[in-house]
């Protein structure tokens, strides 16, 4: 008799966004249930079955001690490690802390500051373990959420293409938004993937999908500026979602 895969999610610091987007899947996640025991999932589930792990996804950043040591007793128990969305892939929003002083952002949160165990910085989970694949987006689109989570069971790699969202707004006829109306967009620096939803609604990309593959934000910030856009609204149109991943790219 053939051993039935297991899935487990494991969630660290992240809002559960992206495991909703699991959850939303609805009618796909059913079938995928029968193809695979959902050994550990406690946004759907309090059944937990004993590691190992076929594929394990993780949602959210390392951002205390715990999370550090929590990942690597995860990734001891996966065969295949997949972070999902931006904070798993870059830190999240949460990484505004790694450009700031922690310590008086502790003091002016919390009443008893003293109680807080936190790292200084937001780092997404590949800067402590390995991991097999990273599936960007705030929140992850569920289509390619499939795509990965079939890929991997099939012993195949994902199929999901790290072109930029102009590449989306092309395919679905989307007029430029910058070149027709000056609008300040993101779109030619962000992974595809949402389909390109902003743009089509006459909205300049907010670069929820992180930097594409051929990021080239030397080149677009100068755009920004023309279009209305001074140091400091380039700087905090830069610093959503996937702050440091843009910040390693360039200018911010």
């Known amino acids: 008799m053939n051993r039935v895969p297991s899935l487990a999610v494991f969630k660290l610091a992240s809002c559960d966004g992206c495991q909703l987007t699991l959850l939303d899947c609805e009618d796909e996640l059913l ?3 029968e193809q ?8 759907a ?3 937990v079955h004993p590691e190992p792990y076929e594929l394990v996804l993780v949602e959210g950043s ?3 001690p715990g999370d550090a040591e929590r990942i690597r007793s995860i990734r001891s128990a996966a065969r295949h490690l997949v972070t999902i969305g931006a904070c798993a892939t ?3 929003i949460q990484a505004l802390r790694n450009f700031a002083d922690v310590d008086e ?6 009443a008893r500051p003293d109680y807080i165990d936190t790292l200084s910085t937001s780092t997404p989970v590949s800067e402590h373990v390995d991991v097999d694949f990273e599936l960007r987006g705030c929140p992850i689109d569920r289509r390619q959420l499939l795509e990965v989570i ?4 099939s012993g195949r790699k994902p199929d999901v293409p790290d072109h930029s969202v102009c590449f989306e707004c092309k395919r679905r006829g989307t007029v430029c938004v910058t070149v027709a109306h000056g609008t300040p967009c993101l779109g030619p620096v962000t992974h595809a993937g949402c389909g390109a939803i902003c743009p089509s609604y006459g909205r300049g990309c907010y670069g929820c999908f992180g930097p594409s ?3 080239n934000l030397p080149a677009l910030v100068p755009l920004l500026h023309r279009d209305g856009m001074d140091e400091r609204d380039s700087e905090r149109f830069l610093r959503t979602f996937n702050v440091a991943a843009f910040a390693e790219e360039g200018p911010s």
């Open 150 to 153: 079939t890929a991997f069971l």
């Open 213 to 215: 593959g051929s990021a």
């Open 45 to 47: 589930s309090s059944t």
């Open 90 to 92: 870059a830190g999240g």
């Open 31 to 33: 079938a995928l249930a």
């Open 62 to 64: 390392v951002t205390t």
């Open 105 to 110: 952002y502790r003091r002016a949160v919390y």
């Open 36 to 43: 695979v025991k959902i050994a550990h999932f406690l946004e």
